[in-house]
């Protein structure tokens, strides 16, 4: 430790070992004062006077009034146009579109497919056959086919019993009474023809 | 005694410093003598603060730009400059500051770290012609460099311009126990950096 610290005591160390241009001292004093000079003449601008005293209570009265402002904006006219909206919304909300029309909406469309359907149905019904259309048929050997002639003929070979058995009690009634005829007179084949 | 060279008052005379810096701030205070304040203030303070900046910017060029600056800022505080402490040592801290930032500059222009300026100014001093030291000089300025940048100004305050622990203090704003510690770091790595080298 003692070696060691006999090194830093060696005169020889220190000495400067750093050298300086010559005269730099000299010239350095012109030199700073020069640039001193220039660098205080740089500012070409003036101030008014007590600028910076009065600046900082300025600025801190604007600081002040900035600080109590809203930093947000809105839309202009947002408030006008917001209460309209509002005043829409409520009324929609007060009076609630009616039910009643697509309800009926619902039914007609209903309706009309039902009329459809039926009319479809009574259009596409087979027609009844006329007596006509079923005589001209010569091969037919159903009842429906005898003719007039065809019974009152074979109404001679029936008993009379066997005629109003055929015939109910009603029919002959309303046949009667719709025809008025009179109660004596002989049963027809013309009369028995129109009851079939 | 304190000689000035091109002083305005020719002083050559046996001024302390506390008087000359009365002086300066009495010119000062007088519009019409300020110029010759600051050829007074030049001329006693910029070879101290020159070496003391010197010492730890390494480079002339950059001393020489960290003293005019250390004058311009002196300048421009100096009719603020409060009186509890000595003109020497608010100059002093001024001037350690403007070497500090040249180096903090010299680390960006460079692109290089803060601790990394240490190296490169190390390796500048072989091909420096303003260095006139010796192979055991060099080392021992490579040893300096080498150290944090607290106990680098403390040692130089102290090794080469022998300014007391106080006045170190009064200028470091720090204790004179946290400095003598410091400077007893500082000694130890250099002499273990030097000792390392010559074997």
Redesign the interface.
């Known amino acids: 430790m003692k070696n060691e610290k006999n090194i830093l005591d060696y005169p020889h160390l220190k000495e400067n070992p750093f050298k300086v241009p010559e005269n730099y001292f000299d010239t350095n004093s012109l030199k700073i004062i020069t640039k001193i000079h220039s660098t205080s003449s740089k500012n070409f601008y003036d101030v008014p006077d007590d600028y910076f005293e009065t600046n900082a209570l300025k600025l801190k009265e604007k600081l002040l009034s900035a600080s109590s402002k809203n930093a947000f904006t809105y839309p202009e006219g947002y408030f006008e146009n917001t209460e309209k909206k509002l005043f829409k919304e409520i009324q929609s909300l007060a009076h609630p579109k009616s039910r009643i029309i697509p309800l009926i909406r619902t039914t007609g469309i209903a309706a009309s497919l039902a009329l459809f359907i039926l009319t479809t149905y009574v259009v596409l019904q087979p027609k009844p056959i006329s007596h006509s259309e079923i005589t001209k048929n010569k091969d037919c050997h159903t009842l429906a086919c005898l003719t007039k002639k065809d019974i009152s003929k074979d109404l001679e070979y029936l008993d009379e019993p066997d005629i109003e058995e055929a015939l109910s009690e009603k029919d002959i009634e309303k046949l009667f009474n719709s025809k008025n005829y009179p109660s004596s007179s002989p049963i027809n084949s013309n009369t028995v023809n129109e009851t079939f | 005694m304190l000689c000035i060279?091109?002083s305005p008052f020719f002083l050559c005379t046996s001024m302390t410093t506390t008087e000359i810096d009365k002086k300066i701030l009495e010119l000062i205070s007088n519009p019409d003598q300020q110029?010759q304040a600051?050829?007074l203030l030049?001329?006693t303070y910029?070879?101290r603060l020159?070496?003391q900046i010197?010492?730890i910017v390494?480079n002339?060029d950059d001393a020489?730009d960290a003293?005019?600056n250390t004058?311009?800022k002196a300048?421009?505080g100096l009719k603020n400059f409060n009186q509890n402490s000595s003109l020497f040592t608010w100059l002093y801290r001024i001037a350690t500051n403007e070497a500090l930032q040249i180096l903090r500059k010299k680390a960006q222009e460079k692109n290089i770290s803060y601790d990394d300026v240490a190296v490169y100014l190390s390796n500048s001093l072989v091909s420096d012609p303003?260095?006139?030291?010796?192979e055991?000089?060099?080392k021992?300025?490579q040893a300096i460099l080498r150290l944090p940048e607290k106990q680098r100004i403390v040692f130089n305050m102290r090794?080469?311009d022998e300014l007391s622990y106080e006045e170190i203090a009064e200028i470091l704003n720090t204790s004179v126990g946290a400095l003598k510690a410091s400077y007893h770091h500082a000694?130890?790595k250099?002499?273990?950096y030097?000792?390392n080298q010559s074997e």
């Open positions: 060279a091109n110029n600051l050829k030049i001329d910029q070879k020159y070496w010197r010492r390494i002339h020489d003293l005019q004058f311009i300048w421009q303003y260095f006139k030291g010796d055991i000089q060099r021992l300025q090794y080469y000694v130890s250099i002499e273990e030097l000792l």
